[in-house]
């Protein structure tokens, strides 16, 4: 294995330790996105997300992105982003110049003519693009970035996905399922055991109604019983420091 595979595997066991913090969506891809770009050894990256599955705007950036590229609106199968929005497939552009997105070129002037563009996947849907441009010490772009994108895409993915969820779990209608519960079986609040298995039925009810997947509930639940886990030892520390 060479350097560079080397040093590409060690970035993205870092960046599969990244923990969500608690701010917004577009926060932590801004974190996640300067990631990107020390990963690859790149000058530019941006993360453009879809909300209708048709435009793409960009959400997240590092580098010398120019403010108005925040206010376009780029369509489903429109330039290089929309064209991997489109096709749910990723691109390696040894030369933009060269290609058939020559006209797209954000920076024409620029000495360095390679990009890559690769699809951020959720349930097998392309609902944003990540793009990365600038190669610092090297000639050109290679498979094994490829690869590494792909990799960092599928996280970013997984990462909007879970706060989702989150959202759903958070939503008024769990909190009137959870509400409604309670009312129901106000007996059943003093068993521990029986209020959790009401509320296991009631989460599995509403989000399959909601849409969500045998495995994504599975996932959800996961994400659940890891917050509780924390949420209960931050309270523990505190009642022990008094």
């Known amino acids: ?3 560079h595979a080397e040093s590409l595997l060690s970035g993205l066991s870092s960046l599969t330790r ?9 926060d932590n891809l801004q974190r996640l996105s300067g990631m990107i770009a020390e990963l690859i050894d790149a000058e530019n990256c941006s993360v453009m997300l879809s ?6 705007k960009v959400r997240a950036s590092s580098g010398s992105l120019p403010d108005a590229a925040y206010r376009d609106i780029v369509k489903r199968g429109e330039g290089i982003s929309g064209h991997v929005l489109e096709t749910g497939a990723p691109l390696l552009i040894d030369d933009i110049d060269r290609s058939e997105f020559a ?4 920076h024409p002037s ?10 951020i996947v959720i349930d097998s849907s392309a609902l944003g693009v990540v793009n990365i441009n600038g190669l610092k010490g090297r000639e050109k772009f290679v498979q094994e970035d490829l690869h590494a994108m792909e990799v960092a895409a599928a996280f970013i993915g997984r990462i909007i996905q879970t706060r989702q969820l989150r959202r759903t779990l958070e939503s008024r209608f769990a909190q009137m399922s959870l509400s409604g519960a309670a009312q ?3 007996a059943d609040a003093q068993n521990p055991e029986r209020m959790a298995k009401i509320l296991a039925k009631s989460f599995y009810r509403e989000m399959a109604g909601a849409g969500f997947s045998p495995a994504q509930i599975i996932d959800a639940a996961s994400e ?3 917050e509780l886990g924390k949420s209960v030892g931050r309270f523990q520390g505190r009642i022990k420091r008094g």
Do not use: W, Y
Request: charged residues 25%.
């Open 51 to 56: 909300e209708d599955g048709k435009n793409l």
């Open 110 to 119: 620029s000495s360095k003519k390679g990009m890559i563009s690769v699809p």
């Open 18 to 26: 990244f923990s969500c913090s608690d701010m917004s969506l577009s």
């Open 1 to 3: 294995m060479d350097s």
């Open 103 to 106: 006209r797209h070129a954000r």
């Open 224 to 226: 659940i019983i890891s």
């Open 184 to 186: 129901t079986r106000i």
